[in-house]
């Protein structure tokens, strides 16, 4: 049972990064899934969450309206789209997987791997 999200990279302040999380079952098919950053020094903190069926989508106060949260359960992936990146946004993400679509870490039961996303200004 394995995440593996990928994606990040380094883009200026204004541009876009698309992330992906990849599930390795079909088991994670009815998992709500949440993608959480932890920036230098800080700690981890939530960004973005979607119901299995990807029918309800949750999204932090600092990124709502600039970051989109998707599914596509037929390929196992989901992603998050960030347009309009700001340098406060430079973070390691992480995606998880969870029994519903919380905003806090200890509602998830497996986590991927980060990917770091650097926002120059």
């Known amino acids: 049972v394995q995440l593996q999200a990928s994606g990040g990279g380094l883009v200026q302040a204004g541009g876009s990064l698309r992330l992906s999380c990849a599930r390795s079952?079909?088991?994670?098919?009815?998992?709500?899934m949440g993608w959480f950053r932890q920036a230098p020094g800080k700690e981890r903190e939530f960004v973005s969450a979607i119901s299995w069926g990807g029918e309800n989508t949750y999204y932090a106060d600092s990124v709502k309206g600039r970051f989109t949260i998707s599914r596509d359960n037929a390929k196992n992936t989901v992603d998050l789209q960030m347009d309009s990146l700001k340098p406060e946004d430079t973070a390691v993400y992480y995606c998880a997987a969870g029994g519903y679509p919380a905003m806090m870490m200890k509602e998830y039961d497996y986590w991927g791997q980060g990917t770091l996303v650097t926002v120059s200004s």
């Open positions: 079952e079909r088991t994670f098919l009815h998992y709500a």
